[in-house]
T-cell receptor, first 115, second 113 residues
Framework: NAGVMQNPRHLVRRRGQEARLRCSPMKGHSHVYWYRQLPEEGLKFMVYLQKENIIDESGMPKERFSAEFPKEGPSILRIQQVVRGDSAAYFC?????????????FGAGSRLTVL | TQLLEQSPQFLSIQEGENLTVYCNSSSVFSSLQWYRQEPGEGPVLLVTVVTGGEVKKLKRLTFQFGDARKDSSLHITAAQPGDTGLYLCAVGNLGGSQGNLIFGKGTKLSVKP
């Protein structure tokens, strides 16, 4: 009964490159959330997705960041033209539909380092 | 603006000691969650408190939700090195979607053997 799977666990990119982070939700979960944890800061909500739909992207930076959760396959968080300030741990979480939807199960995170 | 203030920011104690960490806000919440995050891992949900004045126990951990539902505390009895980690409190973002949680910055606990 695998939990939330994220890959890669560690990713190094040079400024200007693209970063793609993948997340497979827990079995039976149809809601996916992405959070970012910057050094010395708390976890910050970025986006909430269901299959093929972005429900809430109020925490996403307006430029360079995008997220998708296709009908088949994992959810992807894409960061274009990365800058040093994008260096952070990116966590994916998932939850069930209906009651208890605010009970999030987090993955182990993907740690992005931008050189 | 919802803000969760956690204190202390850092806590280093010896095995066997008791400790309490706090999560405070000026806003009223319908529920509050506590998570523990170990280095290199994601947060793991410990408990959700819902009712003002509620007390929940999880082995040596005791969680309390304030009567006014603005604050919460986590008390650990006889701390062990395995309790080491970052303790985070979180609430739902008022007006936000489900899963849109606001986290405090956490209390970093180190328990030395």
């Amino acid at each position: 009964n695998a939990g939330v799977m994220q890959n890669p666990r560690h990713l190094v990119r040079r400024r200007g490159q693209e970063a793609r982070l993948r997340c497979s939700p827990m079995k039976g979960h149809s809601h996916v959330y992405w959070y970012r944890q910057l050094p010395e800061e708390g976890l910050k909500f970025m986006v909430y997705l269901q299959k093929e739909n972005i429900i809430d992207e109020s925490g996403m930076p307006k430029e360079r960041f995008s997220a998708e959760f296709p009908k088949e396959g994992p959810s992807i968080l894409r960061i274009q033209q990365v800058v040093r300030g994008d260096s952070a741990a990116y966590f994916c979480a998932s939850s069930r539909q209906g009651p208890g939807a605010n009970v999030l199960t987090f993955g182990a995170g993907s740690r992005l380092t931008v050189l | 603006t919802q803000l969760l203030e956690q204190s202390p920011q850092f806590l280093s104690i010896q095995e066997g000691e008791n400790l309490t960490v706090y999560c405070n806000s000026s806003s009223v919440f319908s529920s509050l969650q506590w998570y523990r995050q170990e280095p290199g891992e994601g947060p793991v949900l410990l408990v959700t408190v819902v009712t003002g004045g509620e007390v929940k126990k999880l082995k040596r951990l005791t969680f309390q939700f304030g009567d006014a539902r603005k604050d919460s505390s986590l008390h650990i009895t006889a701390a062990q090195p395995g309790d080491t980690g970052l303790y985070l409190c979180a609430v739902g973002n008022l007006g936000g979607s489900q899963g849109n949680l606001i986290f405090g910055k956490g209390t970093k606990l180190s328990v030395k053997p």
